[in-house]
């Protein structure tokens, strides 16, 4: 509820206050809208929420396999090198003959262990 509300404040306050807010069915933020006076504006839907939630795919993913971090400073540090270094991983080996992703699949794992060893 903290976060949802301080997400919440920050962007009305840039943003101005909306005539609809669409959210995912998170509780926190039903509170949260509750507490600034705007619970009526709130709209959860099934597909009303998709655009913004495709875009964190990614990050979620990451985060889901991050579970065990506590500091959040450990989490961000590890997402950022993750981020730079996954690129190289995801090569679409479909389109690749096996040398040739065999090849680049080493050279990810020499950045990949210079770049965990700094």
């Not at 705007?38 to 009303?48: F, H, I, K, N, Y």
Request: aromatic content about 8%; proline content about 2%.
């Amino acid at each position: 509820k903290k976060a949802a509300l301080k997400f919440l404040r920050k962007s009305m306050k840039r943003y101005g206050r909306p005539d609809s807010i669409v959210t995912d069915r998170l509780r926190s933020y039903g509170a949260a809208l509750k507490e600034i006076g705007a619970a009526d504006r709130q709209e959860t839907g099934r597909w009303l929420n998709n655009r913004a939630e495709n875009s964190h795919l990614p990050f979620r993913r990451r985060e889901r396999a991050m579970l065990r971090f506590r500091r959040m400073r450990r989490l961000q540090k590890l997402a950022s090198v993750h981020a730079s270094v996954s690129n190289h991983f995801n090569s679409e080996r479909s389109f690749y003959s096996r040398a040739n992703f065999k090849k680049t699949r080493a050279a990810a794992l020499a950045e990949r262990r210079g770049l965990c060893a700094a």
